[in-house]
């Protein structure tokens, strides 16, 4: 079992809809990560948060809105989202330090209708 | 531009047939490159941390080696269980660190 929970794992929406994404982490891992992952494709950085702080905002458009409420929390708000941005949601963590393995969840897969 | 290519795309192999995934960088200020595994609808496993051009690592049938270019992860007598795509992440720092998945090479093995 993975230590990085997210919920939900199936998620279908509208365009029209606000939904969100959570992930938890109990390893005191200090950095978390939202990841987008297409089909047969490598995941894509989206959000790095650092000590709680955004510090990293990959030119994400604004209906993807992040949220860290604690050191163990990691949320993605959704709203007004496109079809094309069905996809597989990743969340991971890692230790503090720069050059650490990231260790991830098993995503989220969301359906954009 | 900073890049990560890993070959090849797709490999079958029978159950105890040996070989070889390769993961080329081409990017400045390389802090460490990551080996994963991912199995379907889960997300990557992490198997292997990297730093520095002749290190390696092992873990069961994997071994996983790096040079200044490249990185191999050798598969030695392959079972069935370990088809899944193996995905080579490298961080870098160019300005700041970034983090930068390869296209992933996806593994079978056949019994």
């Known amino acids: 079992d993975t230590e990085v929970t997210q919920t939900p794992k199936h998620l279908v929406m509208g365009m029209t809809n606000k939904k969100s994404l959570k992930c938890e982490q109990h390893?005191?891992?200090?950095?978390m990560y939202w990841y987008k992952q297409k089909a047969k494709k490598p995941p894509e950085l989206m959000f790095v948060y650092s000590y709680e702080k955004l510090s990293i905002n990959e030119s994400v458009p604004s209906r993807f809105s992040p949220e860290c409420p604690n050191s163990s929390l990691l949320n993605l708000h959704l709203h007004a989202l496109q079809p094309e941005d069905s996809a597989l949601y990743l969340c991971a963590s890692s230790d503090s330090g720069r050059n650490q393995p990231q260790h991830f969840g098993d995503g989220t897969r969301l359906s954009i209708l | 531009e900073d890049q990560v290519t890993q070959s090849p795309e797709a490999l079958r192999l029978q159950e105890g047939e040996s070989s070889s995934l390769n993961c080329s960088y081409t990017?400045?200020?390389?802090?460490?490159l990551f080996w994963y595994r991912q199995d379907p609808g889960k997300g990557p496993e992490f198997l292997f941390t990297l730093y520095s051009a002749g290190e390696e690592k092992e873990k069961e049938r994997l071994k996983a080696t790096l040079t200044k270019k490249e990185s191999f992860l050798h598969i030695t007598a392959p079972k069935p269980e370990d088809s899944a795509t193996y995905l080579c992440a490298v961080l870098i720092t160019s300005g700041t660190y970034k983090y930068i998945f390869g296209t992933g090479t996806r593994l079978k093995v056949l019994a």
């Open positions: 990017v400045s200020g390389l802090r460490g």
């Open positions: 390893m005191g891992h200090r950095a």
